[in-house]
């Protein structure tokens, strides 16, 4: 039995990673904003033979609680194990562009609130001196775009930052692994077209579940998305930069 | 087509009019405002044209895919109408339940196990799905949230068991489980060459079986009706069974033409009723309940043009010759169906107003799409089930005539004041006559 803390619970991909774990019993402690929705997520969990901890509530912008509400599912759980933070949004690019008050926000949600929960969070691990924590960044963090480099920027922040915390907390025994999903068919991406690039949320959930439980650093999930953004990140900036990606 | 290409029907690859969809994904969500007609859509295994919605939005209801509660004493499970059968099976059988009522795939999902109100092999025994539906919530187009159960909004309840997906999107439901022992099914099968030595064995085997049903050739039918393999089985207690390993490989595209040509029918069909098999065997639930799913995406062996469903129930007392009367017809018209099945079903009156499972015998075809022939067929087989008093079942259907539909549902016109305004179907639009529509719009 793991413990495990999941922030973002109710996003489609910490949804399905979740089912995974309670498919093997494990015990759970669930954060989300929407509590309807987050309840919702937390009985189905419990059918499928979890052990729900506990669930609060929080929107991760308010920085003021993050102390609190961790320390909260650490006592529920009795110690962390594993910590998965998945919550995030997915900016509109032309709106981000056309106001610098959203494009804020949007990094303050995609990168500063995971920074500061992530400082927190480790901490509380670095103490105890085991356990692993993952984040979900994105393919989007390998290279900026103008398609969506404000998401892209706000998660290569999270990304570099996770670099470094793996360092640091090598030495204490405690694993970092860094998610970087491609296109998954989520609720956050309803809007797209969908092709074959495209991902279902249980695919995903395989691979972060099988990389958390075997200790990875980095993964590209698929992982065929490794290759993609390699050979984007090889371009010439004098040929990326002419390219409408 | 775009992204909403996905959203087919079993039967009929050719793409309907275009149509939009959107997801729901959390019960709290509403219906958008405008973009109807809507149509509750599940996992796209009803056949015809009844989970289809040319020109107006499909309501995707796979992402409302949770268990809510499950009470481990009396075995009521509450979930959300997007789980999938397969999904209950797989959490639940370990724990030593089972579905009351499967049909024929478990790739099907509770809500449109309810719009549909299927039935299985023990139909005589614990009468079709919506028998064993406590509760749901409907959600309606004007936002409005009915609980339904046979005490609370009984109309709504009776209207939406076998409703097609017409009266709104069931949101959640509570089914009761049954318990067994294990995986394991205890079968036996028996060679028949007459349609009343078939009906002879369905009733010398009602109440020591819970699981009848049988096969039939109906290329070659034989002198006297019919000759088939008739299946009985059981739960087994104490027996473990392997279960089938899974996801065999399917078919990854759609061929252009049929894979399975007449002559590959007909041998087929010898082969299975000659092949010397035992009489008794102990197997897993899987193949027993669901042999097609064994191989996903079987529908695309018919090749681009896709095939039809064909099922109809026929009174008992007629049973003997309209039965012997189809088969034949089927027969001479050589439009070889791959899979024929018969099946007497109990008596228990149907739960929902629209529900097609009711006293009497049922068979069921699969014919290639041969265009003009294969319809002249059909109507045939219309024909033959309206004179003996029975009914042609929709989530098979993709082109059966008003008249037919009407008379095999007296009560479709008490049902159409329950149609949610806002919601329309590809069968619904084909199958109700102007007179009936008006009748609603002034009710």
Redesign the interface.
């Given at each position: 039995m793991r413990r495990v803390l999941i922030i973002g619970a109710t996003s489609?991909i910490a949804e399905a990673t979740a089912r995974l774990f309670a498919d093997d019993g494990d015990r759970l402690f669930l954060v989300a904003r929407r509590k309807?929705?987050l309840q919702?997520?937390a009985?189905?969990l419990a059918?499928?033979?979890a052990e729900i901890a506990g669930c609060e509530v929080l929107d991760v912008n308010e920085l003021d609680r993050h102390r609190a509400v961790l320390e909260q599912a650490e006592h529920a759980l009795g110690g962390i194990d594993v910590a998965l933070v998945a919550h995030g949004t997915l900016p509109d690019q032309q709106l981000c562009q056309a106001s610098a008050r959203l494009t804020v926000q949007e990094i303050q949600t995609n990168a500063v609130s995971t920074v500061a929960l992530l400082t927190r969070l480790s901490e509380l691990m670095e103490r105890k001196g085991a356990g692993r924590i993952a984040v979900v960044t994105s393919v989007a963090a390998d290279r900026g775009r103008q398609s969506n480099y404000v998401y892209g920027a706000a998660k290569a922040a999270v990304d570099t930052f996770l670099e470094g915390l793996r360092q640091r907390l090598y030495k204490a025994g405690v694993g970092v692994t860094t998610i970087r999903p491609g296109f998954v068919d989520t609720?956050m991406t309803?809007g797209?077209?969908?092709g074959l690039l495209w991902s279902q949320p249980e695919t995903v959930a395989k691979r972060i579940h099988h990389s958390i439980l075997n200790g990875k650093d980095v993964v590209y999930v698929p992982s065929f998305w490794r290759w993609i953004m390699l050979a984007i990140r090889l371009m010439p900036r004098r040929v990326f930069k002419a390219m409408k990606l | 087509m775009?992204?909403n290409s996905r959203y087919r029907s079993w039967a009929r690859p050719p793409a309907p009019g275009p149509q939009g969809a959107v997801?729901l994904?959390?019960?709290?969500e509403q219906l958008p405002e405008g973009g109807g007609p809507f149509l509750a859509y599940g996992n796209g295994r009803s056949y015809g044209d009844s989970c289809l919605n040319s020109g107006g939005t499909l309501v995707d209801l796979r992402?409302l895919d949770?268990?809510?509660?499950?009470d481990a004493e009396t075995g009521v499970?509450r979930?959300e109408a997007g789980v999938l059968l397969s999904d209950i099976l797989g959490?639940f059988v370990p724990e030593g339940w089972f579905l009351p009522v499967t049909p024929g795939t478990q790739q099907v999902t509770v809500g449109g196990a309810i719009a549909n109100d299927v039935h299985g092999k023990n139909h005589h025994w614990a009468g079709s799905f919506g028998h064993h539906v406590r509760r749901f919530e409907l959600l309606r187009s004007d936002g409005s949230r009915l609980l339904c159960s046979p005490r609370e909004n009984a109309d709504w309840f009776g209207a939406t068991i076998g409703g097609l997906g017409l009266t709104g999107v069931i949101l959640w439901a509570e089914i009761a489980l049954k318990r067994i022992e294990g995986p394991a099914m205890e079968v036996e099968s028996l060679r028949f060459s007459r349609v009343e030595e078939f009906l002879e064995l369905s009733r010398a085997s009602h109440n020591a079986y819970e699981y009848t049903v049988a096969w039939i050739d109906s290329l070659t039918p034989g002198p006297g009706g019919a000759r088939g393999l008739f299946f009985r089985g059981n739960h087994a207690a104490g027996h473990h069974a392997a279960a089938p390993s899974r996801r065999k490989p399917g078919l990854p595209v759609t061929p252009p033409v049929s894979l399975l040509p007449r002559a590959a029918v007909g041998l087929f069909n010898t082969a299975v009723y000659r092949w010397p098999r035992r009489r008794h065997a102990v197997a897993h639930y899987e193949p027993f309940f669901y042999p097609l799913d064994a191989v996903p995406n079987w529908n695309r062996l018919f090749g681009r043009k896709g095939f039809y469903q064909y099922q109809c129930v026929i009174p008992q007392d007629q049973a003997g010759a309209a039965i012997g009367e189809i088969i034949a017809r089927v027969a001479r018209a050589q439009e070889g169906s791959f899979l024929s099945v018969l099946k007497v079903f109990g008596n228990r009156k149907p739960p929902g107003w629209l529900s097609f499972s009711r006293p009497g015998t049922t068979l069921a075809f699969d014919f290639p799409d041969r265009g003009r022939s294969t319809l002249a067929l059909l109507d045939t087989l219309d024909e033959i089930t309206d004179e003996a008093g029975g009914a042609v079942y929709p989530a098979k259907d993709a082109r059966m005539k008003a008249r037919i539909f009407e008379r095999g549902y007296p009560a479709l016109h008490r049902f159409e004041r329950y149609r949610d305004p806002a919601f329309m179907s590809d069968f619904w639009r084909r199958v109700t006559s102007g007179d009936t529509q008006q009748g609603a719009a002034n009710a």
């Open positions: 489609a309807a929705r919702a997520a009985d189905d059918v499928r033979g609720p309803a797209f077209e969908k | 775009g992204r997801r994904h959390w019960r709290d992402g949770r268990f809510i509660s499950f499970l979930c959490r």
